[in-house]
């Protein structure tokens, strides 16, 4: 791999820190953060970290089996929480039956590298609203592990524990093509616009104040019906989701600008230390041997507007 | 005008004219009155057999067709690519006899009614709702979940907009048949009043004339009296045996029928539920609630395991208020249902607890026929519960077909019977009156 020096003139775009910093990154042993470079979304991130006062405690990666990864290799089979309704992320092709996306292609890998078998993974269609109760409950229904966009914030890392990050995300609009707006407050100022009740997106709107009105939905996919049907006129959810839908509908588009940008992980109970730190390795490997990049470039990369499809946007900076 | 009054009430023959007029005025009025009744619950019969009945269970057709449309749309786009022909053709049906009872509904519906109303708001919507059903089944086959959230779109539609309006029309012309039975049974009061004034007054007259002239018989006013006899006799009978027939046609037809309806719409809602779960692919947990709301309404929360007699919900009631003959196959339908509900459990565990979505979705519906599975148990279900329909509808038809006619002749008879009254009692004192010339 190459190095490239930071450069510090103002005119630096983020994402070409975020590139030398994800390929620095990339390049240190078992996926660690170099430590030594500080790149803006990094700041961003830190400031975020510090303004909601948590930050996740990082363990580091290790290959060797402590005593929960035991427990469920004894157990002979590993449940792994997905989701089967995002499209390209996690989805049902109904006509195969089979659940593809970029999250289950990393669901598959943590599978096969834990257990050494693919076929002792379950992967389980999990709710967002039941994606804390499946990791804690204790009934024999639940779940070891969550792959599904779940996002490192501090409401989420009260009650569980994530991985290393895996994906950049952050709050994307999308319009139809026959709109006029141009960036992200063209087209939500005074607009009605849809988002899933209780997302991230919905939590900015709702600080922005800006919409007309907000329409909650259950699922971010139902926000494509009603702009479909003419009934909103703007939809703001992750941009892997907004990718997801541009996949599935050529007369939509992304508009310019972002808010909130966040990362997501794999979630697990906190108590579980060994099985973080197991993934943490699995995740590393997957970025190291290009499965990440394999992924991204089959699953998002085609969707993404052209400006934003230089995958080192999306690998969070360890 | 005063003296001549005092002279017709003072001289025996005036007083004689007098009882004639005012026992013709009687007569022709008892005759009237009760034709005038009678011929009122006639019509209103005529109402509970001819439109309010069959307007009802019109409205409960529609609202079930509607159901069983939404139902089957699911199940289609479940089986996806597999979907057999026999599936979407059952879904264009339900949507054209929708269609059908809904102009059928609205010709016979007055243009100001309520239920005019509801029809109006059904006609528009239909075709919302069918085209939403396109464009979901269009995604799916490009293989893309768009679809899905366009099926949960419609379905939400059927269940906030269409299904609630047939509700309220099924209200409605309930509202309007229970209204035409108690005017068709509601009892003649004035007309039995009035033929016992009558007779009365025969009576009194014949008494006075019989101590005047000591001749015991006047045939005229005799004739009179029993003219008016039959006809209050006709009155009674008639009265009586449509009230009878009725009551009964209520009892074992239109009311078993509305707890039969009220029933199959739950099964259907239910089955809904229990597809859109699987449409939904664990995205939300609210189809699982619907189905159990669904399962409450039709038998109770208690004991699943409890003879149905004894659980509360519209099944039993629908097999408590059944007749004799419609028993069994209601009793067939509570057995099904009984089959439906432990498969749904049983697809239910293989989702949640083993994980295994596809093997609960092939429990749940599967494009071959010979399998067991919730939507051949919910089938075997519906089709024991239109089976006791049947039975009902042809019991309250039995019952109820012939009465408005029995009615409409008892009040022809009536104003016949008034009228050959009148004019017997009139020949009757003529004859007394020429004595005096």
């Known amino acids: 791999m190459r190095s490239r020096t930071v450069r510090t003139r103002p005119a630096a775009a983020l994402a070409l820190l975020t590139a030398a910093a994800a390929v620095l990154g990339a390049g240190a042993p078992s996926g660690a953060a170099p430590g030594t470079t500080r790149t803006a979304q990094q700041a961003q991130q830190a400031l975020q970290e510090q303004k909601d006062g948590c930050k996740p405690v990082p363990v580091p990666p290790s290959a060797t089996d402590g005593p929960s990864v035991k427990a469920i290799k004894s157990k002979g089979v590993l449940v792994i929480g997905v989701d089967q309704n995002s499209y390209h992320w996690g989805a049902r092709n109904p006509n195969t039956g089979n659940l593809e996306g970029f999250d289950i292609d990393l669901a598959k890998r943590i599978g096969r590298d834990v257990m050494g078998d693919e076929k002792k993974v379950v992967l389980k269609p999990v709710a967002t609203a039941d994606r804390i109760p499946a990791l804690t409950s204790t009934d024999g229904s639940g779940v070891d592990l969550i792959v599904r966009t779940m996002t490192i914030n501090c409401d989420n890392l009260d009650k569980v524990a994530f991985s290393q990050p895996y994906f950049n995300i952050k709050q994307r609009v999308l319009v139809p093509h026959s709109s006029k707006a141009a960036n992200v407050d063209d087209a939500i100022t005074g607009k009605t616009v849809c988002a899933a009740s209780g997302s991230v997106a919905w939590k900015v709107l709702d600080a922005k104040r800006t919409a007309k009105r907000i329409v909650q939905v259950d699922n971010q996919l139902d926000c494509l019906v009603r702009m479909q049907l003419g009934q909103v006129d703007a939809t703001m959810t992750d941009d892997e989701l907004a990718a997801g839908q541009s996949a599935q509908d050529q007369t939509v588009r992304l508009v310019d600008g972002f808010e909130q940008p966040e990362t997501i992980g794999v979630a697990m109970r906190q108590d579980r230390t060994d099985l973080t730190a197991r993934v943490n390795q699995v995740i590393s490997d997957f970025y190291r041997d290009r499965g990440w990049e394999n992924s991204f470039e089959k699953w998002v990369q085609p969707y993404l507007p052209d400006g934003s499809k230089d995958p080192s946007l999306y690998w969070p900076v360890n | ?437």
């Open chain 2, 1 to 437: 005008m005063r003296a001549r009054l005092a002279q017709a009430t003072r001289t025996p023959p005036g007083r004689l004219r007098l009882a004639g007029a005012a026992l013709a005025v009687l007569t022709v009025a008892f005759g009237g009155l009760t034709a005038w009744q009678l011929e009122a619950r006639a019509q209103a019969a005529d109402r509970v057999v001819s439109y309010s009945q069959p307007l009802s269970q019109n409205a409960a057709d529609i609202h079930r067709r509607l159901a069983d449309a939404a139902t089957t749309a699911t199940t289609g786009f479940l089986l996806a690519g597999d979907e057999p022909k026999a599936v979407r053709d059952q879904y264009e049906q339900d949507l054209a006899t929708a269609a059908e009872l809904i102009s059928q509904a609205a010709a016979r519906t007055t243009a100001t009614s309520p239920a005019q109303q509801k029809l109006t708001e059904l006609n528009q919507q239909l075709p919302v709702y069918s085209g939403l059903v396109e464009t979901a089944r269009a995604n799916d086959r490009l293989g893309i979940p768009l679809g899905g959230a366009y099926l949960r779109y419609a379905s939400e539609k059927m269940q906030t907009d269409l299904l609630p309006a047939a509700l309220e029309l099924t209200r409605i012309e309930n509202e309007a048949l229970t209204r035409d039975y108690a005017d068709a049974e509601s009892f003649p009061w004035a007309a039995y009043g009035l033929a016992a004034v009558t007779l009365a007054a025969l009576v009194w007259v014949q008494v006075t004339l019989y101590r005047r002239t000591n001749r015991v018989f006047n045939i005229g006013l005799l004739g009179a009296t029993a003219a008016v006899l039959a006809g209050g006799l006709w009155l009674g009978v008639a009265g009586l045996t449509s009230g009878d027939a009725l009551r009964r046609s209520d009892r074992e037809g239109a009311a078993p029928l509305r707890a039969l309806d009220t029933a199959r719409v739950d099964v259907l809602q239910a089955r809904l539920a229990e597809n859109l779960h699987y449409v939904a692919r664990g995205s939300t947990g609210k189809y699982l609630k619907q189905w159990d709301a669904a399962t409450a309404s039709l038998v109770g929360q208690g004991d699943q395991q409890a003879p149905m007699e004894r659980r509360t919900g519209s099944l039993p009631q629908a097999l408590d208020l059944a007749p004799g003959a419609a028993a069994p196959a209601l009793r067939e339908a509570a057995k099904q249902y009984d089959v439906w509900h432990g498969l749904h459990d049983a697809a239910r565990d293989l989702e949640l607890k083993k994980s295994d979505y596809q093997a609960a979705l092939n429990a749940t519906v599967t494009a071959n026929g010979e399998q067991q599975t919730s939507d051949t148990a919910f089938k075997a279900t519906d089709k024991a519960l239109e089976q006791a329909a049947g039975i009902e509808q042809r019991r309250f038809e039995d019952a109820a077909g012939g009465t408005h006619n029995d009615l409409r002749n008892a009040a022809v008879a009536a104003a016949l019977l008034g009228v050959a009254a009148a004019a017997a009692a009139l020949l009757g004192l003529g004859r007394r009156l020429a004595e005096y010339r």
